[in-house]
């Protein structure tokens, strides 16, 4: 039997030969993008030594363009880009306050760690 | 009335199971959720990597160092397999969406070509992770050598000069004197890393598994050198050792008839690269996430599965297709933190 109390948002995601068109190219567009970065960011690690004096730069640089291609993933491939902006906030509010305070916590651990580490001895 | 329901609220206001304050499915919603809090797991494990490498004592290990191997083709390509690792994963993602982009307009024909790309992407992806972790277990050909002042260095060289054979000079149960074993009869360069590793060389004298001792004729390595990755009384970490000294303070160390002042590969208790947790956190996070792929793949064929038979042409809508595509893309997008932390920085 049809159900009418339910709404079928899965059947919202239609759409047209146009529309699909103009989909596919967007998603190309960012393949491009993301082999481009991947191809920078194993070129830079080859090339460029761990110590010399670019490296700070070179290792911020490397997590600036992880969070650009995770960016990309989660708002074109996953479409978290097109869905409600309420949707959008569920998902993301909460995960970047958890995953901001455990950043900071750990790492701010970690180092008083192994400096206590190496001013007391192991 | 008890027992009767009323049209009193606007069903449009009401969020009774009809109106979704989200705009998407159920199943969609959830998969989000799940996400979501796998999401903090694999955060939370990439910081305790941190907290590990934040808190080592010793140098940690350079991803263009470890990994620099080609199946058949050895060393010397820093980085490389990974990247096309990398690359097979972000373009099994792109054919994920655009099965999913087929979905979208009941095309069941792109849906069956691009799902069976993904599949096909996944398991080359999962092969090339088996390699790289038997790679990673074998280790290199020189190992970590503890030199004589207590510091640990790793080998780098051009080539690792071959064993050629073994002479008996003393007869053991297998073995008579002036018997030349070669190739043929056993793996020379495991043979002799596993006495190396026991303290069983001594000189260019090594002693076999039967008791016989014989002597090793081994080429000359080509332009090795020496980095010290483990301070000790007198090598600080990131000194550099190269020429004959080099050969000297490592043949002197593995030669010296002491045992574990080599190690080769890396496994939970030892690791030839650097720290041994970081070994740990290797073979754990790169494992969880080899896992996650393997379900990913496994959820792929069930889904295509129902694809063939028309299962969600005759339902009127793909959007199994989505979320299967929704697990997918996160485990590429765990893949590209991965990478980063583990290969590049």
């Avoid at chain 2, 993602?93 to 307009?105: D, F, K």
């Avoid at chain 2, 006495?195 to 260019?204: F, I, M, S, T």
């Avoid at chain 2, 297709?321 to 590429?332: A, N, P, Q, R, S």
Wanted: no cysteine; aromatic share 14%; net charge neutral.
């Amino acid at each position: 039997m049809e159900r009418d109390d339910i709404i079928e948002y899965s059947l919202d995601a239609h759409h047209s030969e146009e529309a699909g068109k103009s989909v596919r190219k967007k998603i190309w567009q960012v393949t491009a993008l993301l082999s481009a970065i991947t191809a920078i960011e194993v070129v830079m690690g080859a090339f460029i030594k761990h110590g010399s004096g670019a490296w700070v730069f070179v290792k911020w640089s490397f997590i600036a363009m992880t969070v650009v291609k995770a960016a990309y993933i989660v708002s074109v491939f996953m479409h978290l880009g097109e869905e409600k902006r309420n949707l959008r906030n569920l998902i993301l509010i909460p995960y970047f306050i958890f995953i901001l305070y455990i950043i900071f916590i750990i790492l701010l651990e970690g180092s008083a760690y192994g400096d206590a580490l190496r001013t007391y001895g192991a | 009335m008890a027992g009767h329901a009323t049209n009193e609220i606007n069903s449009a206001t009401a969020w009774g199971g009809k109106i979704s304050p989200f705009n998407v499915s159920y199943g969609k919603l959830m998969m989000w959720f799940f996400l979501t809090s796998d999401a903090l797991t694999f955060g939370g494990f990439l910081v305790a990597f941190g907290f590990a490498r934040f808190g080592a004592q010793e140098a940690w290990p350079i991803g263009e160092q470890t990994f620099n191997a080609l199946p058949f083709l050895g060393g010397g390509f820093p980085l490389v397999y990974v990247a096309l690792m990398t690359f097979l994963l972000i373009l099994s993602s792109v054919t994920m969406v655009l099965a999913v982009e087929a979905g979208h307009r009941m095309d069941k024909k792109g849906v069956t070509r691009w799902l069976f790309a993904t599949i096909v992407g996944g398991l080359f992806f999962v092969g090339s992770q088996a390699w790289e972790w038997s790679h990673f277990i074998h280790g290199t050909d020189f190992g970590r050598v503890e030199l004589a002042d207590g510091s640990m260095a790793i080998v780098t060289a051009d080539e690792f000069g071959a064993i050629q054979n073994f002479t008996v000079t003393k007869a053991g149960k297998h073995h008579q004197v002036n018997q030349v074993i070669t190739s043929k009869d056993t793996d020379l360069l495991h043979d002799y890393q596993h006495a190396a590793a026991a303290g069983h060389l001594n000189g260019d004298i090594i002693t076999l598994h039967d008791g016989s001792e014989a002597r090793v004729s081994k080429a000359a390595d080509k332009n090795m050198e020496l980095i010290i990755k483990k301070k000790g009384s007198e090598n600080e970490i990131g000194k550099v050792i190269s020429g004959p000294e080099a050969s000297a303070a490592y043949y002197g160390a593995i030669q010296s008839g002491k045992a574990n002042k080599v190690i080769y590969g890396a496994n939970l208790t030892q690791n030839e690269y650097g720290p041994k947790v970081y070994a740990n956190y290797f073979f754990f996070i790169t494992g969880f996430h080899g896992f996650h792929v393997s379900i990913g793949i496994l959820l792929n064929i069930i889904v295509f599965i129902n694809v063939l038979k028309g299962t969600y042409q005759r339902r009127g809508h793909y959007e199994m297709v989505e979320k299967t595509g929704l697990y997918w893309h996160f485990v590429d997008l765990v893949w590209v933190f991965v990478f980063t932390f583990f290969y590049l920085i």
